[in-house]
């Protein structure tokens, strides 16, 4: 069972360039969610999924991009990359909201130079 | 404006003591509360939950206990042992919403 699944695990961006981070879980379950954690700082929800199809908008959305075409995939678009994007990206996945906890990919690191 | 803190951003605790990991929130809307586990170049990983409703939830070491009219919770972890050395994050949620809203973490080192 190989939960959520996030690659790259690293990369370098240069200004201005796009790139995709990619997610896919094998749990079936609806809900998914990508995070940015930036030094110390907490977890910030960029944007989420309550199943295939339907996506929206969380704190920080503006930058990214994301689809929802099947259950196990949710891309995440990153359209002219900015050094403020720089971050560790995770990926979540639950069953449902409420006190399911989230599983987590292990995150991708991203720098934009 | 940051609705769940944690104020302490590192702790050393001996090995077999009692480690303290306090969280505060400003959202008197919350209704769950989960602590994760974050070990370094890892995601972070689900430990333990407590319900708005309950005041106190255990499992094995880790207790967490919730004291709603200061919006303050705290898990235990009794013993302490090395392997409990990792970022630890207290997140909170509000039912009808999606998402959880997270503390910035505090660092347990557990000394051996």
């Known amino acids: 069972n190989a939960g959520v699944t996030q690659t790259p695990k690293f990369r370098i961006l240069k200004i201005g360039q796009s790139m995709t981070l990619q997610c896919t879980q094998d749990?079936?379950?609806?809900?998914m969610y990508w995070y940015r954690q930036d030094p110390g700082m907490g977890l910030k929800l960029i944007y989420y999924?309550?199943?295939?199809?339907?996506?929206d908008k969380g704190e920080v959305p503006n930058g990214y991009n994301v689809s929802r075409s099947t259950t196990e995939d949710f891309p995440l678009r990153l359209e002219l990359a900015a050094p403020s994007q720089t971050s560790v990206y995770f990926c979540?996945?639950?069953?449902?909201?409420?006190?399911?906890?989230?599983?987590f990919g292990s995150g991708t690191r991203l720098t934009v130079v | 404006d940051q609705q769940v803190k944690q104020n302490s951003p590192s702790l050393s605790v001996q090995e077999g003591r009692i480690s303290i990991l306090n969280c505060d929130y400003t959202?008197?809307?919350?209704?769950?509360f989960l602590w994760y586990k974050k070990y370094p170049a890892e995601g972070p990983t689900f430990l333990i939950s407590?319900?708005?409703?309950?005041d106190k939830n255990e499992d094995g070491r880790f207790t967490v206990f919730l004291n709603k009219s200061a919006k303050h919770l705290s898990l235990h972890i009794v013993p302490s042992q090395p392997g409990d050395s990792a970022v630890y994050f207290c997140?909170?949620?509000?039912?009808?919403?999606?998402?959880?809203?997270f503390g910035t973490g505090t660092r347990l080192k557990v000394l051996a």
């Open positions: 979540a996945s639950s069953p449902e909201t409420g006190d399911y906890g989230y599983t």
């Open positions: 749990m079936n379950h609806n809900y």
């Open positions: 999924s309550v199943g295939a199809g339907i996506t």
């Open positions: 959202n008197s809307m919350f209704d769950y």
């Open positions: 407590i319900s708005s409703i309950k």
């Open positions: 997140a909170a949620h509000t039912s009808g919403t999606y998402k959880y809203i």
